[in-house]
């Protein structure tokens, strides 16, 4: 993990938040590659869960709601931990995740009485903060979903059973933070609510989506055999689900939740139903009945799935570290280098291949060092392909193509790059 880590901050794909002000504990900021691979995981999954399907809608919801609805949710009666507080050192820990619940680990100083502690941020609207309404940052994407429920039916020609999506941050005051990215204060999700008629089956819908959750995760690259499914116990499960299964990954640090699936049934709907006053029911032309629909709900966390694609990713060989990402997914699809930087006719014939390239494929571009050590850093940050232009290029308009996982190495002609590219890529 720590190699991982490690290698995060050097190339540029995820800082510790806030670094220069000593820190923010459990905040982390997205660097230049960083922010291209979470990109690319964003974007594939909305492909193939909304742009493909006819069954999907999207949907872009607010971060701050009115509070009524974490109320109706039943967020703010139940979204909340036990937590004990060490009367000498003031830190709070959840009991359940201590080994020895008797005294405090830090300091050894006694614990008062457990507490419930919420798991929401608390913010408030307003100029004058006494006057202000209280709100909170949500903690999951969701709520947006069924509260927009009637408007999207309304203005779409969406028909029982369909999906809505949504991918945005989410907050969550977390006692037990880390490690690195897997458990933060502010992360995204993926989320999806899918609309079910109460007489359903929604066993095979469930079956379903646990199937699409695992195509998805073939298509990033994820080893399907490091993936576990966890159904949660009656005890475990959040206030809202019927049923819900965890997939599982073993990351670098060990196994642990990735992604969930929930059977929210229709507590979400009709509870927001009771508590704004307005209908939230289905007319079905079909079966010729009104009713409030049943969901069930695939949430993924962004970044927990970059964290499980960079553990996947990483490789140590004997002479170099690689990130073997998938070519969808890698931040950079291609690196170009002239042989040699002091050569002005080599550069300028290297810069026409990569500005041409960068009109197709995200492209680097590096001049630095000798073409060993570019190597080197492009292995790191996972570019699939890199482009040498040399003295032979001047003549046969051909340049040479070496491959990040084979390290095979091909001479193509400058003129069938992008087709070549095409092929590999997409
Ligand atoms: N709407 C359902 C929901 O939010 P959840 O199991 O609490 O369910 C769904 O969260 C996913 O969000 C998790 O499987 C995980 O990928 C991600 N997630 C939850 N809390 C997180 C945190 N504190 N940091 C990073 N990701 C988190």
């Not at 646990?210 to 966890?230: S, V």
């Not at 990483?314 to 040699?340: M, W």
């Amino acid at each position: 993990m720590q190699k991982i880590v490690s290698l995060c901050k050097r190339r540029g794909f995820i800082f510790p938040g806030s670094e220069i002000y000593g820190g923010l504990a459990n905040t982390w900021d997205w660097g230049p590659l960083g922010v291209e691979l979470k990109k690319n995981i964003k974007q594939i999954w909305w492909k193939f869960f909304v742009q493909d399907r006819d069954d999907m809608v999207g949907l872009d919801g607010g971060i701050i709601m009115n509070p009524k609805i974490w109320e109706a949710s039943g967020h703010v009666a139940g979204f909340k931990d036990p937590l004990v507080e060490c009367k000498k050192c003031h830190k709070r820990f959840r009991p359940d995740k201590l080994e020895d619940s008797s005294k405090c680990p830090d300091c050894n100083g006694e614990f008062a009485e457990e507490k419930m502690f919420s798991g929401m941020f608390k913010t408030i609207i307003g100029p004058v903060e006494k006057d202000g309404i209280t709100t909170y940052l949500r903690p999951e994407t969701a709520q947006a979903i069924f509260v927009n429920f009637k408007n999207v039916l309304d203005t779409s020609k969406a028909k029982i059973p369909f999906g809505i999506a949504q991918i945005g941050k989410a907050f969550r005051n977390e006692i037990t933070t880390g490690p690195f990215i897997f458990r933060t204060l502010e992360f995204e999700q993926m989320e999806i609510e899918y609309f079910i008629a109460p007489k359903a089956n929604w066993k095979k819908v469930f079956e379903k989506w646990l199937d699409d959750l695992y195509k998805y995760a073939e298509i990033i690259g994820l080893d399907k055999n490091k993936l576990h499914n966890n159904e949660i116990s009656d005890e475990e499960r959040a206030h809202y689900s019927k049923k819900t299964v965890d997939i599982e990954y073993e990351f670098a640090f060990g196994q642990d939740e990735l992604w969930g699936l929930a059977y929210r049934t229709n507590y979400d709907l009709s509870s927001h139903e009771k508590a704004s006053g307005q209908s939230l029911e289905y007319f079905d032309a079909k079966a010729g009945e009104k009713y409030i629909p049943h969901v069930v709900e695939p949430s993924l966390g962004v970044d927990r799935t970059v964290l499980a694609v960079l553990c996947n990713a990483y490789n140590e060989e004997k002479n170099r570290t690689v990130l073997k990402l998938d070519n969808k997914l890698a931040p950079y699809k291609v690196a170009v280098f002239p042989l040699l930087a002091n050569k002005p006719k080599l550069v300028k014939c290297a810069k026409k291949v990569y500005n041409t390239l960068k009109q197709d494929f995200n492209t680097a571009w590096d001049a630095r060092g000798n073409i060993g050590k570019r190597y080197f850093a492009q292995d790191e940050i996972g570019t699939p392909y890199c482009i040498t232009y040399d003295f032979e290029s001047l003549d046969d308009n051909a340049v040479t193509v070496r491959d990040r996982d084979t390290l095979k190495q091909e001479r193509i002609k400058i003129k069938e790059l992008k087709n070549y590219l095409d092929e590999k890529i997409k």
